[in-house]
Structure formats: structure tokens, C-alpha cells
């Protein structure tokens, strides 16, 4: 099993350049995680899904735009690239199981927006 | 809104001490957890704990979660340069976990 898997690692944008980031897991897992970590302010969640055709605004979701069409993929759409979105992105998935909640992270995507 | 403060923010030290880090919240969470991240890497899931008062060991690492489940530490012995790494701990509510952000550890060989 290959796990969770992001494409691509790294990226450099110009400002108001549009680009999709894809997540995929093989895990068979209902919910699926959209995160940014920036120095000094650990994982920040940008939109969650609990299922596939559904997704929901997480705590920075400004800027963002989510889909996930499939079960095993979830994809994370900027429309329109600021600097204030360089950082590190990572997708994470885990079961339904709520006490637990074992994420599993992918190896994160590189982005700068100059 | 929920917050979780780890600290120290960074530490260094040499091959063979203890060590504690910390996390503390004003809010009360149903589990939390420890990851650890490595550079280039995304964070891998060291333990949960879930009742207050709770004590886990992981060979070198100890575990504990606060008896009002606000806060929790990671002692580690014996300290080894494999054990370089950003912990991360993690309060889990529902299907959403809100991370602090981290403290950075390097050991010294």
C-alpha cells in the first residue's frame, strides 16, 4: 500500500496563477484533510471531508476550494494565487473511528507564490 | 476556539539526557495525540491517550495525559539523535484534531 500520496511536491507560483494539488489514498478511508503548516504555527486545517461528494470548510478555508469526487482522492484548488499561500500543504486521511481519529499524512507539497 | 501550547518551541541537547516537553490547553479534549514529524516528511502518529490521568510507554518514551484531559507531557530517556525530530501534539474532537505547533527537538551525538 502506498498510503497517502501528494502531487506535486513542489511548486512555484506567480500571483493570481490557478493550480490543483491532488491527494490520493488507498487505505479506504471515509475522511480526508486539507492542511498548511507555516513556522511558529504548527497544522492549520483548510477544508475536511467526511465522505465522498461531501466537503466542509475547516479553520483557514479563504482562498481554497475543495472536491472530492472520488472516495480515494481529494483535491485542493486555488483559484487565484496570493503570496500569503506559501507554505507547506499536507493531506491527511483517517477512519470513522472518533476517540482514535489515527491520521495518516501525506509527504506534503512545497508551495511558493511569489 | 480550541488552542494547544507546546513548549519548549526548541530544544537541544546531547546524546543520553532527559528530557520533557509539554502541552497545554484551557480546553477539555476527548483524546489526545503526539506525532512526530521529520524533515521533508509528514507527521507519523506516535500515541493517543484518552482517559485523564492515562500513562503510555513506547520503549524510551513516556506518555501522559492531565487528569482534567487539558494537557499532556513526553518525557523521553536517554535521548538519542534518532529521536531529532518535530513533535507535534494533537487534540482530537469529533473528526476534527486541532495541533499545536510543535516543539523542535535536536539530539546531539
Known amino acids: 500500500n502506498a498510503g497517502v500520496t501528494q502531487t506535486p511536491k513542489f511548486r512555484v507560483l506567480k500571483t493570481g496563477q490557478s493550480m490543483t494539488l491532488l491527494c490520493a489514498q488507498d487505505?479506504?478511508?471515509?475522511?480526508m484533510y486539507w492542511y498548511r503548516q507555516d513556522p511558529g504555527m504548527g497544522l492549520r486545517l483548510i477544508h475536511y471531508s467526511v465522505g465522498e461528494g461531501t466537503t466542509a470548510k475547516g479553520e483557514v478555508p479563504d482562498g481554497y476550494n475543495v472536491s472530492r469526487l472520488k472516495k480515494q482522492n481529494f483535491l485542493l484548488g486555488l483559484e487565484s494565487a496570493a503570496p500569503s499561500q506559501t507554505s507547506v500543504y499536507f493531506c491527511?486521511?483517517?477512519?470513522?473511528?472518533?476517540?482514535?481519529?489515527?491520521?495518516?499524512f501525506g509527504p506534503g507539497t512545497r508551495l511558493t507564490v511569489l | 476556539t480550541q488552542l494547544l501550547e507546546q513548549s519548549p518551541q526548541f530544544l537541544s541537547i546531547q546524546e543520553g539526557e532527559n528530557l520533557t516537553v509539554y502541552c497545554n490547553s484551557s480546553s477539555v479534549f476527548s483524546s489526545l495525540q503526539w506525532y512526530r514529524q521529520e524533515p521533508g516528511e509528514g507527521p507519523v502518529l506516535l500515541v493517543t491517550?484518552?482517559?485523564?490521568?492515562e500513562v503510555k510507554k513506547l520503549k524510551r518514551l513516556t506518555f501522559q495525559f492531565g487528569d482534567a484531559r487539558k494537557d499532556s507531557s513526553l518525557h523521553i530517556t536517554a535521548a538519542q539523535p534518532g529521536d531529532t525530530g518535530l513533535y507535534l501534539c494533537?487534540?482530537?474532537?469529533?473528526?476534527?484534531?486541532?495541533f499545536g505547533a510543535g516543539t523542535r527537538l535536536f539530539v546531539k551525538a
Open positions: 491517550v484518552v482517559t485523564g490521568g
Open positions: 487505505m479506504n478511508h471515509e475522511y
Open positions: 491527511a486521511s483517517s477512519l470513522i473511528r472518533v476517540v482514535d481519529n489515527e491520521q495518516f
Open positions: 494533537a487534540g482530537a474532537g469529533g473528526f476534527k484534531t486541532i
